[in-house]
Structure formats: structure tokens, C-alpha cells
């Protein structure tokens, strides 16, 4: 199944058990706006090669655009119209003031130089610029972008759209010096810890003494697994895209965030032992944390599956019929458009700092941040205890049915 396939099946299913009238349906169904744009870059070797860019705008009912950019080789069309339907509804349970889409550059990053990037990046947010602003349409890093990658965006915009002057607010994820927000950068790691606090009160399975497993160790994976590290959950193994590793009593993960810094990789860390991507899965543990790409969990390894609870930090990363293995399993599973919407949630603070022009502490981050995760979780728990649905489809519920009375209460244009 595609990750768009996935996205219109869960949304189908919301629709279907909210009762939603077919004209909303087929409204909610299709993105707002879709834009695929050629991104001809000069390499440092003096060739010219050209990579395939998008941005899709799925709903601005709510508010506007909001969603991360992708620069991955696996990046297609399709993909970034699931992920921008996923940010739509993202926004909407949290209760954000946004609607959703999402940007992709059909790229390898980690083949290109600095300059490579820039001028890639550069040429990127020229060819969307139309999309984008302030109200309009918002980018954030996602996979494989950064927010050095975020100023550039931010200086393409101000150069072309305000005589140089700056516009902070068309993107976030800034670097603090450009009006970036404090906490960002662990905002969606975060989010993903505060998540699992609350199934862990909810589910009496303590935090504490708990084994964990992560699935990616980027932004999202590492700062989750230092969160829970230092509130003593022994994370027995991790993983990213070149290797993974294993240790019973719980890695040291401070350290191994430094291996990851020093080498690229987790792989190789000492004190550990290799494990395969699979076997990683599957160990028996408390919580699993898939924190990497779409499609991780799929009928094929969902029976194997040890764990007690699943954290969706990554978008998509369980299949529909996944879903219901691990249903069927008694698997309580935090849903990504819930578990890793601390994100977009600082991103929005972010967004209010550079309109405000008026900048809060990291502790008035944290805090509010802890406040809306720990809100929007209970208001998923609640709905799927009183419609006796799964957690999936609850968080679903919510924010097709947010984004459906926005739309149905804008009425229909013209
Ligand atoms: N890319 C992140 C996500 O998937 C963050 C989006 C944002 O901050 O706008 O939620």
C-alpha cells in the first residue's frame, strides 16, 4: 500500500463512522492545491542536473498551509499528498489554527555539498514562492532538512517578496538567530515523550524500569529516547538507515547521541551489539517507538510485534492492516497525527513569536507544549472510550471532524 493509499483509507474510515455528508467527503478527500515544479541545480562539478519539486496544499479551511518539506530520493507526488492530508488533520486535533500540505525534493541530500544544497534549496522555494506566506502557506524542515535549510527558504522569500526585508513568519523551524523559537528543535521528540507519560499513567505501565525500543534516530527518534533515557526507561536498542544496535540492560544514550554526532551513525557504538533492522521490531519490549519512514509495520511483521504500546513518531509508519493486527493484539498504539504533532505545535508558537514580534523562554515553550499534547491526548482517549473505536481511528475522528465544520461552516465558494 502507498503512503496516499494508507492516508485515504484511514479517511475513509473516519468519514465513514462520523457519518460525514459525500459532498464534505469528496471536498476533504482531494487537495486544495498541488504544485510539482523543476529544480534544474549546478552541481560544484559544473553540470547541471535537474530533481522533481512539490507542494501541496490539502486544506486551508482552518487556516494556513502548514507542514515540513522533504528532501529524500523515495520523495514522489503521491507521498506528499498523504503527508499533506496527514498535516491537516495533524493540526486539527491538536487544535491549531492551520490547515495542511506538505513540500519534496526527489533528492539525496547526503550526496550533495553545502553549496549543492543551498542552491537546490534556493531554487526550490523560488519555483513554490507563488504558494507561500505568512498566511498563506508555511514550510518546516521534515526528513533530511534542517534549519539551516529553513533560513535560506526564509532569505529566498524576504529577497523576492520584500525588497530583502525580513519575513520570519513564511517559514519555521528557523535557527534561533533568525527567529526560530526555543524548543523546536526537540519539539517533536518531546511531544512523543509527553504522549507516552500519558499512556503510561493511562495504562499503569510505568515509565520507569520500562524497555524501549526506537526505530530512527533522527530529530524525532534521538531526542525521544533521551527524553525517556532520563526518566529512566532503559532503551534497549536503536536504529537508522545504515545500522542498528542492541544492548539488554538499556544503551547509554547521551553517548550514543555522540557516536551518532562523531561518526553519521548508530552503528559501530560500543558497549552495544549489532541487530538487524527486522529483529529490531519484533524484540520484546514496552514501548516501540517507529521513528523513521512510512510503512515500517505492514502485515508482514505487525503478528511479531512485542511490544505493549507503539508511538507513531514518524508519519505512516504503520500499514491499515498492521492496524488491526496489532488491534487484535491488544497493542495500544499512539497514532502520528497525535504522537508527533509536538512539532508542528512549536512550530505554530513560533509562527505567533514572529508575528507578535515578541519572544518566550524555553520554559514557556516547554509548558505549553505539555499542555496541548496532554490535552489532545485525552481528548483522542476519551473519543475512542466512549465510540469504543481504536486510538487510530479516534484521533482521525477528531480531526476530520474539526476540519469538515470549518469547511462546512465556510460554505461553498462562490
Ligand atoms: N514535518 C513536521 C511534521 O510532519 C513538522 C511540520 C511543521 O512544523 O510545520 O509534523
New binding site residues.
Given amino acids: 500500500m502507498s503512503a496516499y493509499e494508507v492516508a485515504i483509507k484511514n479517511f475513509e474510515s473516519a468519514a465513514q463512522t462520523l457519518e460525514l455528508k459525500p459532498d464534505l467527503v469528496s471536498l476533504l478527500r482531494y487537495p486544495e492545491r498541488v504544485l510539482t515544479v523543476n529544480v534544474p541545480v549546478r552541481l560544484d562539478s559544473g553540470t547541471v542536473v535537474r530533481f522533481d519539486g512539490y507542494r501541496v496544499q490539502h486544506s486551508t479551511a482552518r487556516g494556513p498551509a ?3 518539506i522533504r528532501y529524500h530520493p523515495a520523495v514522489t507526488l503521491e507521498e506528499v499528498k498523504a ?1 499533506a492530508m496527514w ?1 491537516t488533520w ?1 493540526c486539527a486535533v491538536v487544535n491549531i489554527p492551520f490547515g495542511g500540505g506538505k513540500g519534496g525534493v526527489a533528492c539525496n541530500p547526503k550526496e550533495m555539498s553545502d553549496g549543492e544544497l543551498e542552491r537546490l534549496t534556493r531554487r526550490y522555494a523560488a519555483g513554490i514562492l507563488p504558494l507561500l506566506g505568512p498566511d498563506k502557506d ?5 526528513v533530511y532538512t534542517n534549519p539551516r535549510i529553513m533560513g535560506w527558504i526564509m532569505d529566498t522569500y524576504s529577497m523576492m517578496k520584500s525588497d530583502g526585508y525580513p519575513t520570519p513568519g513564511v517559514v ?2 528557523k535557527p534561533l538567530t533568525l527567529g526560530g523559537s526555543e524548543g523546536r528543535g526537540e519539539a ?1 521528540g518531546a511531544g512523543v515523550y509527553m504522549c507516552l507519560k500519558a499512556a503510561a499513567e493511562h495504562l499503569h505501565l510505568p515509565l520507569k524500569g520500562s524497555r524501549t525500543v526506537v526505530q530512527g534516530f533522527g530529530n524525532a527518534g534521538s531526542v525521544a529516547a533521551n527524553r525517556l533515557d532520563s526518566h529512566m526507561s532503559r532503551v534497549i536498542a536503536v536504529s537508522d538507515s545504515q545500522g542498528a544496535v542492541y544492548r539488554k540492560d538499556g544503551l547509554d544514550i547521551p553517548k550514543l547521541i555522540l557516536h551518532k554526532e562523531a561518526t553519521g551513525t548508530v552503528a559501530g557504538f560500543p558497549d552495544s551489539e549489532p541487530i538487524s533492522h527486522e529483529d529490531l521490531l519484533v524484540l520484546e519490549c514496552d514501548y516501540l517507538i517507529p521513528a523513521a519512514l512510512e510503512n515500517a509495520i505492514t502485515q508482514d511483521n505487525a503478528g511479531r510485534i512485542r511490544a505493549k504500546v507503539v508511538a507513531e513518531a514518524a ?1 505512516g509508519p504503520v500499514t491499515p492492516e498492521a492496524d488491526a493486527v496489532l488491534d487484535s493484539k491488544g497493542v495500544f498504539l499512539i497514532p502520528d497525527i497525535l504522537c ?2 509536538g ?2 505545535t512549536v ?1 505554530y508558537f513560533e509562527w505567533c513569536q514572529n508575528e507578535q514580534h515578541y519572544y518566550w523562554d524555553e520554559h514557556e515553550v516547554e509548558s505549553k507544549l505539555e499542555r496541548i499534547m496532554t490535552r489532545s491526548f485525552h481528548e483522542v482517549l476519551a473519543l475512542a472510550l466512549d465510540r469504543k473505536v481504536n486510538m487510530r481511528l479516534a484521533a482521525n475522528m477528531l480531526g476530520v471532524l474539526r476540519v469538515a465544520e470549518a469547511t462546512a461552516g465556510r460554505g461553498l465558494y462562490p
Fill in positions: 502548514k507542514g515540513g503527508l498535516m495533524k508555511i514550510p518546516a524542515p521534515d519555521t523551524g517533536t508519519n508527533n504533532a512539532g508542528v512550530s
